[in-house]
């Protein structure tokens, strides 16, 4: 299993989006990242501390029937593979502390043969107040000359003193 990890620390949306997250993975660029993040109402940005913590996978090395489970806390992103052309991706913000930081965003994103299969993403709708649940199926490309197929993942946070 191929594992790319990257921890983006208090930086902006317009800074993700302006530099492509540096080295991070071009998945990364598409939507997992911290962009659209919003506290309270208003879209959180680096004056508040928000930090993003992304993560991406090579679903098709991993072997069915597999659950893979990304956690702050009790905030997830999870990709449910029951064989090797499904896939069911899940996150939800549940607002929580964790490791001293409130997290905010959960969001997953899946790339098939090379296309964007778009992003999901939940925000927490309060301090205290968990965000919707987002999911997604996703079926893979059945050529094997194509792209290998990646799961990334995403999480925003901010420090407690914010809310």
Known sequence: ????????????????????????PAAFADGTDSTGTILDGRTAASEDGLQSDQGELSVDEMAPM?????????????SNHPNWFQ???EARAMANVYNGRRWI?????????????????????????????VKQTVLDSLDPNAPQTTWSYGFASVPLGVC
């Open 105 to 133: 965003q959960a969001s997953f994103h899946y790339r098939v043969a090379g296309v964007s299969k778009g992003v999901k993403k939940s925000n927490a709708t309060g301090c205290w107040a968990p965000g919707s649940t």
């Open 1 to 24: 299993m191929k594992l790319r990890h990257a921890v983006v620390g208090a930086i902006s949306a317009a800074a993700i989006t302006a530099v492509g997250i540096g080295t991070a």
């Open 87 to 89: 896939y069911f991706g």
């Open 66 to 78: 597999a659950l893979t489970k990304k956690t702050r806390g009790t905030t997830y992103s999870q």
